[in-house]
């Protein structure tokens, strides 16, 4: 240090230097994709998704696919609610696809944002909810199912 440079003023660049890289200052108890869930079954590769696609091709089975991303933070706020849906809406089928695991199926659907939610009957889109909009979400899961419910 330079003969300029006071104790205090010493003190404090020494505190700077010392400190510990950034950490973030909340982190929740258990992250959704640390626990799998009994309503919500993640798509893990090409072959999975094909099966589940063909099994409901014939059937007038809801079929709501939740994409997303461990790093994405408006994703993590939505998974709580998702999971909260597919408990109430039995009669749908719930998956989940990430996006780093399965880029091509993302691209298919040409989604360009995160979270995106598409729902299919028959094997074909019917509608499709792009974000984190809880009222959206649960007025078109209504929509969709009302024979059901």
Same mark, same amino acid.
């Given at each position: 240090m330079g003969a300029n440079v006071s104790s205090r003023d010493q003190r404090f660049l020494t505190d700077i230097h010392s400190r510990k890289p950034w950490a973030p200052r909340f982190e929740p108890e258990i992250s959704p994709y640390q626990v799998n869930s009994p309503f919500v079954v993640e798509i893990k590769n090409k072959n999975q998704? +094909?099966?589940?696609?063909?099994?409901?091709?014939?059937?007038? *089975?809801l079929l709501v696919i939740e994409f997303t991303a461990k790093w994405c933070g408006p994703c993590k706020s939505l998974e709580p609610k998702l999971e909260e849906?597919?408990?109430k809406y039995t009669d749908v089928e719930f998956v989940k696809v990430d996006v780093d695991v399965l880029?091509?199926?993302?691209?298919?659907? +040409?989604l360009h944002t995160l979270p995106g939610i598409v729902f299919? *009957?028959?094997g074909q889109e019917v509608d499709r909810v792009v974000g984190v909009k809880?009222?959206?979400?649960?007025?078109?899961?209504?929509?969709y199912t009302?024979?059901?419910?």
């Open positions: 998704w +094909k099966s589940r696609l063909n099994a409901l091709k014939d059937t007038n *089975k849906l597919a408990a880029m091509s199926l993302w691209m298919e659907y +040409k299919m *009957k028959r809880f009222d959206e979400l649960e007025r078109k899961l209504h929509k009302q024979s059901f419910y």
